[in-house]
């Protein structure tokens, strides 16, 4: 199992520049989600999907698309980067299910915007 | 919506010392409550969760939390800190939305340092 991939790992952009973060699961997990982790603001949610062709917006979804058309990929679309999204990105999955269910992280993608 | 409050950036406690990382939450309904940890350059890993039953959950690595409803906490503890339990740790809460939909909201995280 190699759980939960992301790549690239690191990243710099132009501003106006477009890319796709890539996220990718192995455990057949329903629920994914993207977050974006800054100095003193936490884990701040992005998007996230409760399964295949399902998405929905979280906190901070300006400037982001996203897609799942398989269980296992759920890619990051930044249309036309800016200085404001640079950011180290996490993305998450687990079982969808009725209680609490165990997210697993990627390793990160440290994106930087110039 | 939900949402979780941890009030301390950075918590400093000598090894050996007992430690705790605060954590509130605001929920309506019963909460789901979890604690993620972590260390440089890493994703977060899973430390424990509390669904419901006994107000003191264990989990990895020696850590606990105990479960408040009256006080709407959820501090994390673990009675003697190592050296190597210094990182950053995430409260994070479950917010149930609508048409059965739900999302996960973390806190601000708070850097806990173990002084040898």
């Known amino acids: 199992n190699a759980g939960v991939t992301q790549t690239p790992k690191f990243q710099v952009l132009k501003t106006g520049q477009s890319m796709t973060l890539q996220c990718a699961q192995d455990m057949n997990h329903e629920y994914m989600s993207w977050y974006r982790q800054d100095p003193g603001m936490g884990l701040r949610l992005i998007h996230y999907?409760?399964?295949?062709?399902?998405?929905d917006q979280g906190e901070v979804p300006n400037g982001y698309n996203v897609s799942r058309s398989t269980t296992e990929d759920f890619p990051l679309r930044l249309l036309s980067a800016a200085p404001s999204q640079t950011s180290v990105y996490f993305c998450?999955?687990?079982?969808?299910?009725?209680?609490?269910?165990?997210?697993?992280f990627g390793p990160g993608t440290r994106l930087l915007v110039l | 919506a939900q949402s979780v409050a941890q009030p301390e950036d950075q918590v400093n406690v000598a090894e050996g010392n007992p430690l705790t990382v605060k954590c509130t939450y605001s929920v309506s309904g019963n909460p789901y409550l979890f604690w993620y940890v972590q260390y440089p350059n890493r994703g977060l890993q899973f430390l424990l969760k509390?669904?419901?039953?006994?107000?003191l959950v264990k989990g990895s690595y020696g850590f606990e939390a105990e479960f408040n409803k009256s006080q709407t906490s959820f501090h994390l503890k673990k009675p003697s800190a190592l050296v190597s339990d210094s990182a950053l740790y995430f409260c994070?809460?479950?917010?149930?939305?609508?048409?059965?939909?739900?999302?996960?909201?973390f806190g601000t995280g708070t850097r806990l340092k173990v002084l040898a």
């Open positions: 994070a809460v479950r917010d149930e939305g609508t048409s059965g939909t739900y999302k996960y909201i």
């Open positions: 998450a999955s687990s079982y969808s299910g009725q209680g609490g269910e165990t997210q697993y």
């Open positions: 509390y669904i419901t039953g006994d107000n």
């Open positions: 999907s409760v399964g295949a062709g399902i998405t």
